[in-house]
């Protein structure tokens, strides 16, 4: 009997971001699971290869554009990356399309998407769209898509999700915005993104403890709270840096920062909004830290067995909380991945994640909607009260395990599209 194929497409496989954690969650318990389904990998560029023997395909045009593009240029694009699309997924049983409604991010893309589905694919093929994002959330990708449709225009070319078997949906508010685009909610189903516990669950000894704080040059007497996001103006880092200034005033600890993302060079904002958080690094009395480089996702040993590079999970492990801000998020994933580690999470509601991530179990009374001197408090509190933060630890790290563990996610992720 022949092995099933399975196809995941994204703008850039092996990128440093939410979207690529979620393939590469998927993918790595398939891999674990099943041994007879061959994963395949489809994208504009190919970063790093995290899944061992699978098939790694590029289609240079799934890049995201450089500059600007006309109109006639946008349908010219989109049309080549459909055509490609059903050339380098002839033979494939399953074809998972990644964050396909971005909009102004890559109009092409998702145009050719959808074209790709009504158009150019293999009928044996099955079809799913993965939505992690929405265009109309983001005023940025949506200003640029309306600038060359109108919302009747758009609805033509999405055609009721014509040709798509399933969208899976991340977060369950996505639905009601599917279905004002003309998606059949009989098409969508609720997938939320899966956490590999074991990166983030694996406990640091003493001596491997003092090693990280040795070579990311963190101070020895730090307790440091860790950001883990990229910098991009969105995750108002300089509220965490605020709310690290005022907790350790309130509790006379000495906290500091630590962030472990990098510069995002595909968002020209980066990088200015990364210098003015040096410049504010440098008036303030306490350590920030930025990560350089990236730490991998998994440990790497040496032949000895001892850790040659550490993870972004022991850098969970080291802290002494997960700290969020963020303004905007469509993943989430550190309001998952700290229970994991069983470290407390604090910082800012995001109303669109913390209400989904509610309704499974998941409680985050503590978090703030605005900041002020009685919110930062109740966070005082959580930090220097270890039996009721033990206690909400508990709670979350059952419903996580039982809802967004990586393993489970993938059972039902193979349900969904008729392969398990």
């Known amino acids: ?48 290869k995290r899944i061992k023997n699978a098939v790694y395909l590029k289609i240079p045009e799934l890049l995201p554009p450089k500059r600007k593009l006309k109109k006639r240029g946008v349908f010219a694009k989109a049309e080549i990356i459909a055509k490609k699309l059903g050339k380098y997924t002839q033979g494939i049983d399953r074809v998972i399309v990644e964050n396909p409604l971005m909009g102004g991010y890559h109009l092409p893309a998702m145009i050719g998407y959808f074209w ?34 109108s919302q009747k225009e758009i609805r033509k ?24 685009e003309g998606i059949p909610k009989k098409k969508i189903f609720y997938l939320p993104n899966g956490i590999v516990s074991e990166i983030f669950s694996q406990p640091l000894k003493i001596k491997e403890r003092k090693l990280i704080y040795q070579k990311l040059r963190i101070p020895n007497n730090l307790k440091f709270f860790l950001y883990p996001v990229r ?98 998020e469509g993943f989430g994933y550190p309001f998952l991945e700290c229970w994991f580690s ?17 309704k499974s179990g998941l409680k985050f009374w503590w978090l703030y909607k605005k900041f002020s001197f009685g919110a930062i408090k109740k966070q005082a509190d959580i930090l220097q009260n270890k039996e009721k933060r033990e206690k909400i630890i508990e709670n979350n790290l059952k ?21 398990k």
């Open 1 to 48: 009997m022949a092995r099933k194929k399975i196809c995941f497409c994204h703008y850039g496989i092996g990128w440093r971001d939410g979207v690529n954690m979620s393939i590469f969650s998927l993918a790595r318990e398939i891999a674990k699971k099943n041994q007879d389904v061959e994963i395949y990998f489809l994208g504009g560029e190919i970063k790093e």
């Open 116 to 149: 790709y589905g009504q158009l150019f694919k293999n009928s044996a093929t099955k079809l799913y769209f993965h939505v992690h994002d929405f265009y109309k959330d983001s005023p940025i990708y949506l200003r640029e898509i309306k600038s060359f449709f």
């Open 157 to 180: 070319i999405l055609k009721n999700g014509e040709g798509v078997d399933g969208f899976l949906i991340v977060n369950r508010n996505l639905e009601k915005k599917l279905i004002k």
């Open 231 to 328: 910098i991009v103006p969105r995750k108002n880092i300089e509220e965490a840096i605020l709310l690290t200034k005022r907790l350790r005033e309130i509790t006379k600890e000495n906290y500091g920062v630590v962030v472990s993302g990098k510069v995002d060079l595909n968002d020209p904002r980066s990088k200015i909004y990364y210098q003015k958080l040096r410049k504010i690094k440098v008036k303030e009395k306490f350590p920030i830290i930025f990560v350089r480089p990236p730490l991998p996702l998994e440990r790497k040993y040496d032949n000895a067995g001892k850790i040659k590079k550490f993870s972004i999970g022991d850098l969970y492990q080291a802290s002494e909380a997960i700290l969020m801000t963020s303004l905007r």
């Open 342 to 358: 069983r470290k407390i999470v604090i910082g800012r509601r995001i109303e669109e994640i913390i209400k989904d991530f509610e």
């Open 399 to 419: 419903v996580a395990k039982e809802v967004y563990e990586a393993s489970r996610v993938t059972d039902r992720f193979l349900e969904l599209i008729n392969l």
